[in-house]
């Protein structure tokens, strides 16, 4: 639990706020827009005020559990571990956009597609700049049967992985700023490109080392 700490904090000030904001919401809340810009999706202030912190502890106990069922526990041992590192960040991504949905619903002048746009690249950022970092496990990383097979494919997957999740990170937060939706649209198709190169480098990479065997090729 305590490796869990920042994240949970983090929920526990957006659910002080859901309090806080409750009585003040109007009698409808905002709480989803299109890739235009435009809201459509509302919510009662109840279901509002609840449903981002109820999931983001639903998230956490998740969290917790993985490690505890993962046979390959030693990728999870540090407080450190970039697993922890990742879940933290995310519940407080959750926390943060919580209360910018709701400070939209109070009157507050916040682009909430921008502000999830600029998370989700942070995001990206992030987990590419920890990729190298990460040891082989059955819940975190780029898990495919080459690079689980080899702890070499594995390293080297992810050392190029990181590199891409960080350049589609970048595209994404960048479209946030570009003038037009449809920016936003291209650039969650490329980060969703560069996201699924690393699995073919992997099947490369083990490729390569079976026509290298002796015997083969």
Not at 94 to 103: D, S, T
Not at 124 to 142: E, T
Request: net charge positive; proline share 6%.
């Amino acid at each position: 639990m305590k490796r869990l700490i920042p994240g949970l904090g983090g929920l526990l000030v957006a659910a002080g706020f859901s309090v806080w904001a409750y009585g003040r919401l109007p009698g409808q809340v905002i709480t989803h827009w299109g890739i235009d810009g435009r809201p459509d999706g509302w919510a009662s202030p109840l279901a509002a005020a609840m449903i981002i912190p109820a999931v983001g502890l639903a998230l956490a106990l998740i969290f917790l559990a993985l490690p505890r069922i993962d046979p390959r526990r030693e990728a999870y041992r540090t407080p450190s571990s970039p697993y922890w590192v990742i879940a933290n960040a995310v519940l407080a991504l959750l926390a943060v956009l919580h209360i910018l949905v709701l400070g939209h619903g109070l009157g507050w002048a916040v682009n909430a597609l921008a502000a999830v746009t600029v998370g989700v690249g942070g995001l990206f950022v992030l987990i590419g700049a920890l990729m190298p970092k990460m040891k082989p496990s059955w819940f975190m990383g780029i898990r495919t049967p080459w690079t689980l097979s080899d702890d070499g494919i594995w390293e080297a997957t992810h050392r190029f992985g990181g590199r891409l999740f960080m350049a589609a990170g970048v595209v994404i937060a960048l479209s946030s700023v570009v003038e037009g939706n449809w920016w936003l649209v291209g650039a969650m198709a490329v980060a969703a490109t560069l996201a699924l190169v690393p699995v073919g480098y992997s099947w490369w990479l083990w490729q390569k080392q079976q026509e290298s065997k002796p015997g083969t090729g």
